[in-house]
């Protein structure tokens, strides 16, 4: 009996079918995962946005697989070749590669050697030899010629013979998987650089002659060798195996004759069919695996990459906010000025400026003067430095500006600018920010990232905000529903204020999207702030539907209802109310009233409609009503006298900020303008197989200097403390072996340009970096905090080819 859709992702989630069977009604009924996650408890008996997530994902691929197979029988059909055992076969295909490998023989396909041979009669000869050996086989092609079907002697029908089995050969399906699946454990992709491409492809260099199993091969390693090849630099080839130095037919041309029961017994077709076989491998088979695999990696690799760049993402959305607080940006630069901006503790613009404190006006004390005086008349608290060109100077000049005014108590922060420029010339900030310049809506992005970084980022597309790597390489689709669902996920988690909110944070919400975000803020500008979430039902073509998917997500401080701030969800008030009046008060005595809260029973305020979890969770609700779940804003302060790479030392111990998390480990922000790596074996005393279980970006670490390299501006770090300084630490070049060899710095963090990597910014930005993030001491000692939520930084941009420093090539 065949598993249903629902059977088959319930046993892979390991929950039981009626629970996917719930889910599966909810999202075709319109229901989004945090929806159901959150106020569908009941339904789904507590499955999680992770397992729905994973669900919802294998349901797209399953139903697709459902389709393919429909089109796939109705094609055989046609062509009058679907017996009961072939259609039995097609059913129980469990992926779409083994569908694919049955239907490969019924393919409709351009006329073949193989087909022209069957027309000259020739199938009676390969059906001959391959069933008799006995027989010679010039002397059984003789009775086949007939020069006019374009056989014109034995030679020629054995070559038809040879078309027809390597064709039955090469389109076995059961052969073929065991085939590929063999190849896939035991083969290994092999590089070598094209002749005279050395010096041009010096960033491939790790992969000029590296060879590495397919099973071991890391995500980051995959997409390095594609790049290299796509850029004319690399030669990839795909081994099934490592060579071997015994000479005869290797094991795969084995497999294929002991299924067409070839073999050598001195017999005199014996010969013929071994080549025979050897032919189909070579030309037909090991082409056809080639491809099958190089997508399978490719596609292996690009899931890993979303993957990483999801879960960064979903770290610096949930950053910790510096919150409501006046805030002054500072969009660095040189010749143009630094573009300042400062906005109020609700984010809203209250002043404009560009000041030219650097070269070639170098106006210092004016631009000091104007600054000040900003701070003091809006009351600023947080100086935000976007931390692109002239960083390192602008940080000193905020610097210079606390230390003769510390009566302002101002704290400066290097803030990342990734994606600032794509904002800046956006759609959006033309509507938001009419009257600004392009360049001054930067010193504004800048300036709201570090009071909220979760509200300002989601008006960028997840792909400018330059925490994936190999980013440009990965399938549009499959990054973008990714980061979509990380998106709706993060916004959904933290909750929307609804009168404050841009309308592109509102289209982030649960059964909100770009047009009826626009509509609410549209609604809140012409009849003023929402007073409660019932009065969102007036907001033009926001339905039932809509209402029900976003209410429990939206809230309204200070409205008419005190429920209206919390997550409870308006369908669910009857219970609160049923809560008030078993306490013997209001509703808003309950609220916060951890006493009373905690001595009613839940299980007296279960019905048919809310059970038990979701009455757990109202009282929790109560408790901390519309808590953020985000982490408090917390900075990381910086040695004094450590400003630039020089400084440092072997031995150090460090207080730094994890700008980004890859495969091989984890780069950390020291105050020195040029992130360290933490190689994934120096991460812990235990085996780590992924970086993220230690560390996530944002965090704010205790690190030990192992090595430094000036030149190459390459640093190395530990989390372990007690760790021996010096050589390159031992960690960053241990072999590790989990799912992917040796992690290791990439090459793109190399020496030039200055900063991080040196390289031009490509994802967001637009301009060349100089800073890493890190900020320079000023003369006066001033301590400068790198925040959590500075984790913006765009480090993975560099996290693509693995060097001598780290990467380590396979073995040959």
Known sequence: MTTSIEGRIAEELGVRERQVRAAVELLDGGSTVPFIARYRKEATEMLDDAQLRTLEERLRYLRELEERRTAVLESVREQGKLTDELAASIRAADTKARLEDIYLPFKPKRRTKAQIAREAGLEPLADGLLADPSAEPLAAAAAFTDPEKGVADPAAALEGARAILTERFSEDADLIGELRERMWTRGRLVARVRGGKEEAGAKFADYFDFAEGFTELPSHRVLAMLRGEKEDVLDLVLEPEEPSDTPGPTAYEGMVARRFGVSRQGRPGDAWLADTVRWAWRTRILVHLGIDLRLRLRTAAEDEAVRVFAANLRDLLLAAPAGTRATLGLDPGFRTGVKVAVVDATGKVVATDTVHPHVPANKWDESLAKLARLAKEHAVELVAIGNGTASRETDKLAGDLIARHPELGLTKVMVSEAGASVYSASAFASQELPELDVSLRGAVSIARRLQD?????????????????????????????????????????????????????????????????????????????????????????????????????????????????????????????????????????LIGNTGVLRSLRPDEFVDEKFGLPTVTDILRELEKPGRDPRPAFRTATFKEGVEKIGDLGPGMVLEGVVTNVAAFGAFVDIGVHQDGLVHVSAMSRNFVKDPREVVKPGDVVKVKVLDVDVPRKRISLTLRLDDEAGGDGQGARREQRSGGGRGGRPPQQRQGGGGRGGQPRTGGGGQSRTGGGGQPRTGGGDRSPAPANSAMADALRKAGLLNKDGGGKGRR
């Open 453 to 589: 970084p979760l509200a300002e980022l989601v008006k960028i597309d997840p792909k400018s905000i330059g925490v994936g790597q190999y980013q440009h390489d990965l399938s549009e689709v499959k990054l973008s529903r990714s980061l979509d669902a990380v998106v709706e996920d993060c916004v959904n988690g933290v909750g929307v204020d609804v009168n404050t909110a841009s309308a592109p944070l509102l289209s982030r919400v649960s059964g909100i999207g770009a047009g009826l975000a626009e509509n609410i803020v549209a609604h809140r500008d012409a009849n003023g702030p929402f007073r409660s979430r019932k009065a969102l039902k007036d907001v033009s073509r926001l339905g039932p539907k809509a209402y029900e998917q976003c209410a429990g997500f939206l809230r309204i401080r200070g409205g008419d209802d005190p429920l209206d701030a919390s997550s409870v969800h308006p369908e669910a008030y009857p219970v609160v109310r049923a809560m008030g009046r078993k306490a013997g008060g209001e509703v808003a005595a």
